[in-house]
C-alpha cells in the first residue's frame, strides 16, 4: 500500500479521531479504492461471460468459478484484515476472526520470489484453464 492511495479524513472528521483511527481510515478508503476496481472489472466480465455463454454454452463460465472462488477468499481476508487493524472494533469480535483465519492460508502479501506461494499457484492454473479454452476459440488464423 502506497502513502498516496491513502487519503485523510475531512478535517472534521479528523478533528473526532485518534491517529490510530485516522490510519484506519486511509488504509480502509486505499483498499476499497482497489476492491471497486475489481468490481468494476468484474462487471465487466460478467457481461462477456452471459455473451460466451450464449455462443458456446456455459464451460468458460464453470471454468472462472475457480478465478472468482479465488477472488472471494482474497476478499475475504481483506476484510478480515480491516476488521482487525480497525481501532474500533470489539476484541471479541478480534478473536472470533482471528480463531476464522487460523484455518486460512495467508494471502495477502506476494513475497514475489521466484517461486509463487500457493494461492498464486492455484491463481495460475485457473487462468491457463481459461486460456486453454479460449485460445482455438479466438483464433484468428483461417482453415
Known sequence: MWAYEMPSPPEDEAAKMSPEQMRFYGTSKAYQARWDKVQIERTSLYADLLEAEAIWGVELKELF????????????????????????TAEASKEAIRNIDKKA????????????????KDLVSAIE?????????????NV
Open 65 to 88: 468459478k475457480k478465478v472468482f472462488d479465488l477472488e472471494h477468499e482474497l476478499f475475504t481476508r481483506i476484510r478480515h484484515y480491516i476488521e482487525l487493524i480497525n481501532p474500533d
Open 129 to 141: 484453464k481459461i486460456e486453454k479454452y479460449l485460445k482455438p476459440k479466438l483464433s484468428h488464423e
Open 105 to 120: 492460508r495467508d494471502i495477502m502479501y506476494d513475497d514475489l520470489s521466484d517461486e509463487p506461494d500457493e494461492y498464486k
